[in-house]
Structures are given as structure tokens and as C-alpha cells.
RNA sequence: GCGAUCGUGGUGAAGUGGUUAACACAUCGGAUUGUGGUUCCGACAUGCGUGGGUUCGAUCCCCAUCGAUCGCCCCA
């Protein structure tokens, strides 16, 4: 038996949680900064969910889900993405009845895919993500791109790329699905296998195709952007026209097509330019998913989110070399000498702690000078010292790590003095 | 799912088919019975991812397996 963590999952350990901790706290204030408040759905849901919410002809779906049968014979799956669950609870909890309108959620949780894990790709991954539920307006549109964007600024990352794109309203997209076969059917053979049943499933996906990449007719292959009826390219522009006066650059990418099926209008994605940053580059993404409340069985409700990788945020902030301002070290530890101070310690360690202060102290029955080298390491700011003399006086020795300055102070005074010299 | 490289102590890392697996850092103890540093001395691998095979003998050769990294695919 393996003690081994499974393949593509890792322990996050102390020294890591803490970088974590202090993310997912700066992304809640900016979610709350936007308004949006916190969901949390199940980790596992009805694989059915996952079939009608991401759309079967997905790679997610066709190949890369947790999915089991449970005791109760029922197919569960592991989720692979956030929407389809949040869309869901939406929905069976009816908060398109709510007054608020539109509905501003955020998540932030683990996500499970099958696939081969390399660095920025695991098998359990963490993501945060917002959804906004109810609104068409395209000023929505543009505060889902700010606030991916801020996501990111936040803690200070520059080498950023937006890139933006329309997938159009349903009779763009179906006009341009035609255009994009009637295109491709003559060299069909010519395709590599993916694209030759993309052509039937999902046309769109081939212009994303990498190994097709070269071919001839893929840099005459009809655009989107050319296939959107008036409405789409009047809601595509006010988008822009939002980004623009917020100040926000992006780069319009007509094939930028996102892997998920519910995606029309408006979809983006976010990538590092940093240097030293692996292969894979896509920070996060997101889009416009206005049938998929319907989809699962909601009132007609239009929809946009978008969803953010924690472990290629760490990667980029890495790649950047931006160094989390993170609170270390321990308000003070407690060295005792002989066994009457040990006892004591342990005493005013509880007291201190009780009290808000942060306090630890030897169990390894160090000698005074190793307890002392220990506090040293673990960065304490003040050391508190125990020993006969102190005792019999009722007294503690406080000392200052940072400074060597040292002060003996009454042993009924040491929690208020400690909360006043911290 | 496909291809390639790799896997030695807490960490970084050397090494060889044959008795005691370098070195460095970290840790612990001592020099220094109550004050963090420095220096010096000493200690520290259930044995080289796991399982099997070849061999008189394998950490080093072969196979399998697990895992990591990179590329493809795709994405977050």
C-alpha cells in the first residue's frame, strides 16, 4: 500500500497554508469590495449535472471526470468546475426570486479532473470564482473582467494579458457553426482526428485546435466576429466601451473560444507574460453563459463568471518574485529552568494565550540555552524568562528579542504588559 | 490518453556490481550549570521510490509498478 498522496493531489504544509490563508483572504475583501457574497456548494454532485451544465462534447465530460457509483447506486461525480453548481443551487433555491437582482456569488474550493498533472495542472486543484446571475447588461461583463483582473493586482502581479472575445447570442453562433462547416467539410480528411468529429460536435473548437494550427484554410476560416448579427456587435462594443473607460487593455482574440459549451457572448481569459512562467499560461477564464439557467431547469436568467486557478496564481506570484507580506513569527515564548518554572510556565502560557497573545514553549526538555536558540528560530518577539530568581520574586524577565533590551516585570502585570508592548 | 527524462538521509547532492553509501546544510549533544551569534569537537541513511528478476553478490544491470518533471492534448 502507497502512503504516498495520490497522483496529482498535494498537502499544502505549514510554511505553504499560510501564502494560501492570506490569498483567500485578500480575494474574500475584494469579492465583498464588488459585493459579491460567498456560496458553497457540495464537492460532488449528480454526474448528470455536470453532463447538461458543461455540455457533453467537452473534453471535462468525455474524458477527464472523477465520476463513481455510490452505495445507493446513484452516479456522483467529483466536481470538475464551480458554474454548473452554483447555476444549480441558484436555481433549486430559487434566488431568482430574491429582490436583489442580479445574484453575486462568490466560491473558492477544490475541483477535481482526471488528467496527466504536470506544474499548474493537478488532479484536485483550487479554484475561486464569481458568478452573476441576472443581469444582461454588458456593465456587468466588464466588472466580472475587472474584478478577474484585480484578482490578480491585487497582490501586485504586472506581466498580465487580457484577451477577450464574443461568441455571439444563439443565431450568431449558429450561422457562424454553419459557416465554419461549410467551411471545413471539403478538406475534412485533411483535419486531424479531433477536429474531423469537432467538425459535427462542436465546429467552433476546432479553431482552437493546435495541431491543426497550420492548415491552409485555418487562416481563411470564417470569424466570429464577422458572423455576429447587430445585437451581438452592439453588446460585444458596450463591453469594450466598459473596459475601455475603466481603463482596463485587453486584446481581442476572435479565436479565443473557451472549452466549455454554455459559453456565448462574451467570454476571456487571463494569461502571464512572466518570464519563467511555465507552458501552461492561462491564469483563469471565464465568460457569458445565458441559457444555462434554463438549462437546468431555472427561469430564462443570463449569467457571466469566471474562475481563477489558486495554484497558478502562487506560480505567477512566484514567477514575478512577489513576496507575500505574511505575518510571521510568535509574539513570545515562554523559557522555564527547573521543574517548579516548568509548571508555572505552563500557567502563564495558558493565561497568554487566553488572552489574545500568540505563546509557546519548550516540551523537549531543552537546556535554557537550547530553548533560547529555539525561540530564535521560531522568531519570537520577546522572550519570557522563568528560573528560580524570578520565583521566589514572583517576577518574569521579559526580553526583547529584536533590541536585547530586558525588563523584569511582576507576575500578575505580565498579560497586560505583553498586550501593551505588542 | 501518448512520448521523453528522472526517483539516494530532514534538505541539497556525490557514488560504485562486492566488505564501513562521500560531502554540505539542518538538527541534537559537548566545549560554555541562566540568554539568541561565532568557532571547535562529536552524533546522525530501518540502507539508495516500491515489487520482482539476473548474479556467488545489486543502490548501481533487466522488467514491472508508483510518483515527479517536461512536451503533446486540453484547460484553471
Not at 483567500?24 to 475583501?29: G, P, S, V
Not at 452554483?86 to 437582482?101: A, I, M, T, Y
Not at 486557478?309 to 502562487?314: G, I, T
Not at 521579559?398 to 507576575?411: A, Y
Amino acid at each position: 500500500m502507497s502512503m504516498k498522496a495520490p497522483r496529482g493531489t498535494q498537502d499544502i504544509l505549514p510554511g505553504i497554508s499560510e501564502k494560501w490563508q492570506y490569498i483567500e483572504n485578500k480575494l474574500q475583501e475584494l469579492s465583498y469590495n464588488y459585493h459579491y457574497q460567498e456560496i458553497r456548494t457540495p464537492i460532488f454532485e449528480h454526474t448528470e449535472l455536470f453532463q447538461r451544465g458543461v455540455g457533453d462534447t467537452t473534453d471535462i465530460v468525455q474524458k477527464e471526470m472523477y465520476t463513481f457509483t455510490d452505495k445507493g447506486d446513484r452516479s456522483i461525480t467529483l466536481r470538475p468546475e464551480g458554474t454548473a453548481s452554483v447555476v444549480r443551487s441558484f436555481v433549486e433555491h430559487k434566488l431568482f426570486g430574491s429582490p436583489n437582482q442580479p445574484t453575486k456569488l462568490f466560491y473558492f474550493g477544490p475541483m477535481f479532473r482526471y488528467e496527466r498533472p504536470q506544474q499548474g495542472r493537478m488532479r484536485q486543484f483550487f479554484q475561486y470564482g464569481v458568478e452573476a446571475l441576472g443581469s444582461d447588461d454588458p456593465a456587468i461583463d466588464a466588472e466580472v473582467i475587472s474584478l478577474a483582473m484585480n484578482a490578480y493586482r491585487v497582490f501586485g502581479l504586472q506581466s498580465l494579458k487580457l484577451v477577450i472575445n464574443s461568441l455571439g447570442d444563439k443565431e450568431s453562433r449558429e450561422n457562424h457553426r454553419q459557416a465554419l462547416i461549410d467551411h471545413f467539410t471539403p478538406v475534412k480528411k485533411e483535419l486531424c482526428s479531433d477536429c474531423q468529429s469537432r467538425l459535427e460536435q462542436n465546429p467552433l473548437r476546432i479553431l482552437d485546435c493546435k495541431k491543426d494550427r497550420d492548415h491552409p484554410k485555418m487562416k481563411t476560416a470564417p470569424s466570429i466576429l464577422d458572423y455576429l448579427n447587430e445585437e451581438s456587435t452592439a453588446y460585444f462594443a458596450k463591453v469594450k466601451e466598459y473596459l475601455d473607460e475603466m481603463g482596463i487593455t485587453y486584446q481581442v482574440d476572435p479565436n479565443l473560444v473557451r472549452g466549455l459549451d454554455y459559453y456565448n457572448h462574451t467570454a476571456f481569459e487571463i494569461m502571464s507574460d512572466a518570464k519563467g512562467f511555465g507552458a501552461i499560461t492561462t491564469l483563469s477564464g471565464g465568460g457569458r453563459y445565458n441559457g444555462l439557467v434554463q438549462d437546468l431547469g431555472g427561469p430564462e436568467t443570463p449569467g457571466i463568471g469566471f474562475a481563477l486557478s489558486m495554484e497558478r496564481l502562487l506560480m505567477a506570484l512566484e514567477a514575478e518574485g512577489i513576496e507575500l507580506p505574511l505575518d510571521q513569527g510568535l509574539d513570545c515564548y515562554i523559557v522555564a529552568l527547573g521543574e517548579e518554572a516548568k509548571l508555572k510556565a505552563a500557567a502563564i502560557t495558558d493565561q497568554l494565550r487566553l488572552a489574545g497573545v500568540q505563546a509557546d514553549r519548550d516540551y523537549q526538555d531543552k537546556k535554557f540555552k537550547a530553548q533560547f536558540k529555539a525561540a530564535d528560530r521560531l522568531k519570537a518577539k520577546y522572550v519570557l524568562v522563568l528560573g528560580d530568581d524570578e520565583l521566589a520574586n514572583q517576577q518574569i524577565a521579559v526580553k526583547n528579542m529584536k533590541t536585547g533590551d530586558q525588563e523584569t516585570i511582576d507576575m500578575e502585570q505580565l498579560t497586560q504588559h505583553m498586550k501593551e508592548i505588542l
